[in-house]
């Protein structure tokens, strides 16, 4: 297995309540009771086997029919990265072939591999206020969730072990648009995370 590490921002955007009670009891607490996700990744420091990855972004569309630990889910994943070199590995690496907890436990509930794609992946990076876009397969945009009383911004914190994120600053979402190939959804008003990442083999 490859020497590799990477670093960044990262943004998550799911079917779930704000908050998302997969972090808690592993159930989704989504309307139509699945997980259905599009997360996204920009490297801002990191390398595998001496190639330098900074710069690249990854954006990963999921499905699965109900909680994701009992599978039977889909992945499409889509690099925009600076080289041939760059997409190689972290199709590898995304695929679940190259090490690391979130992509060896997802990879072990889809019905096949991720599979990967090049495409033009566009992160504004804003904390609660992030968007993303890839061309031609799916755009999202978060927003600070609000008391609904005073309609002031609310700041709501997840601090975890696990092994996405350890601090994710949570808000909800204006949209989440994906038509990839077999997963497809809309969806409003849902879970969303705007956190660091720190990844190695």
Same mark, same amino acid.
């Given at each position: ?8 921002? @990262? ?11 997969? =972090?808690?009891?592993? +159930? /989704? =607490?989504?309307?139509?009771? =699945?997980?259905?996700? !599009? ?7 990191? &390398? +595998?086997?001496?190639? *330098?990855?900074? %710069?690249?972004?990854? &954006? ?17 994943? @889509? ?7 760059? @997409?190689?590995? !972290?199709?590898?690496?995304?695929? %679940? %072939?190259?090490? @690391?907890?979130?992509? #060896? ?7 096949? /591999? ?20 890839? *061309? ?14 005073? %309609? ?20 909800? =979402?204006?949209?989440?648009?994906? *038509? ?6 809309? !969806? ?5 995370? +705007?956190? /660091?990442? #720190?990844?190695?083999?």
């Amino acid at each position: 297995m490859a020497d590799w590490s990477l670093a960044g921002t @990262y943004l998550e955007f799911c079917s779930c309540e704000p908050g998302c009670s997969c =972090n808690f009891v592993g +159930f /989704p =607490n989504s309307k139509e009771g =699945n997980c259905q996700a !599009l997360i996204a990744h920009r490297i801002e420091s990191g &390398a +595998f086997d001496g190639l *330098d990855l900074a %710069g690249a972004r990854v &954006a990963w569309a999921l499905w699965w029919p109900g909680a994701i630990h009992e599978g039977g889910g889909k992945g499409r994943a @889509y690099v925009d990265g600076a080289s041939d070199e760059q @997409y190689e590995v !972290l199709a590898r690496i995304w695929r %679940g %072939g190259e090490g @690391y907890a979130l992509f #060896e436990i997802f990879t072990s509930t889809l019905d096949e /591999p991720t599979k990967v794609a090049r495409a033009g992946v566009e992160m504004t990076i804003d904390d609660r206020r992030s968007r993303l876009t890839v *061309d031609g397969v799916a755009e999202a945009a978060m927003t600070p969730l609000k008391n609904p009383v005073t %309609g002031d911004e609310r700041e709501v914190h997840i601090l975890s072990t696990g092994f996405i994120w350890k601090d994710g600053s949570i808000a909800t =979402n204006e949209r989440v648009r994906v *038509d990839a190939d077999g997963i497809s959804f809309d !969806l409003s008003g849902r879970h969303s995370v +705007f956190a /660091p990442f #720190e990844y190695s083999s």
